[in-house]
């Protein structure tokens, strides 16, 4: 599902934030708990070691990859979704490998005590508010470890059921876009994926549909 977070050159915008996301939260029919498809395709080979989670909402990506072996920091500004990541952390027998941290992304301290990683996940890190994407992502990459992967997966098209304004269908990343925001040196990265994948979902009244994922993989050498 779209994450989050805002711009700290506003006034106030890291409440409106955690407000907004809090809200979202609190639609509790909202998030389903699974896995992103495009994680569990990607992700399922990778020797498990340290992953960072950004926006991880309830924890659906973390607590597969923290029961495939992997020791998973989840970052996220809802202090709603990250108790019920923690809840279902401690039903899976998982709280040994997962570790929850409230944090506004858009401010670089929210970063700052995260150690090397070997998988960096950013899935659906998307927001209506005003928030530095390409900069959080830059930023999650640096922290990724020799021979770590970064994943970042996002809307490439609004889905047919979703109320999207005209002025911002044209905003949504494409892998191209998404390598330029990254900017990874050639002679550090192996970029392994980028490309538009498809992927089959049902809307919030049952209704059927296939949808766009940008998906960008890439492996520091």
């Known amino acids: ?7 700290p050159d506003h006034p106030d915008t890291d409440a409106d934030a955690t407000t907004f996301w809090e809200e979202k939260y609190g639609s509790t029919d909202f998030w389903s708990g699974r896995p992103n498809h ?3 395709d990607l992700a399922g080979d990778l020797a498990p070691g340290r992953a ?3 926006g991880c909402g309830e924890g659906g990506d973390a607590l597969w990859l923290a029961d495939r072996g992997w020791t998973v920091t989840g970052l996220d500004i809802s202090p709603t979704a990250l108790a019920r990541a923690e809840q279902a952390a401690q039903r899976a027998g998982l709280r040994e490998r997962t570790h929850w941290v409230a944090a506004d992304l858009a401010d670089p301290a929210s970063l700052a005590t995260v150690g090397p990683v070997d998988l960096v ?3 659906f890190l998307q927001t209506p508010l005003d928030f530095p994407r390409a900069e959080v992502l830059r930023r999650a990459a640096d922290l990724v470890a020799p021979g770590g992967h970064i994943l970042v997966v996002a809307h490439a098209a609004a889905p047919p059921w979703a109320d999207i304004p005209d002025e911002l269908l044209d905003g949504f990343p494409t892998p191209e876009g998404e390598l330029a925001d990254l900017d990874l040196a050639r002679e550090e990265w192996e970029v392994l994926v980028a490309d538009v994948r498809e992927r089959p979902a049902t809307g919030p009244d049952g209704e059927h549909a296939v949808l766009l ?3 960008v993989l890439a492996r520091r050498r």
């Open 1 to 7: 599902m779209p994450h989050h977070h805002a711009h």
């Open 38 to 40: 495009m994680l569990v």
């Open 52 to 54: 960072l989670d950004l």
């Open 121 to 123: 996940n950013a899935c």
């Open 213 to 215: 994922d940008s998906v």
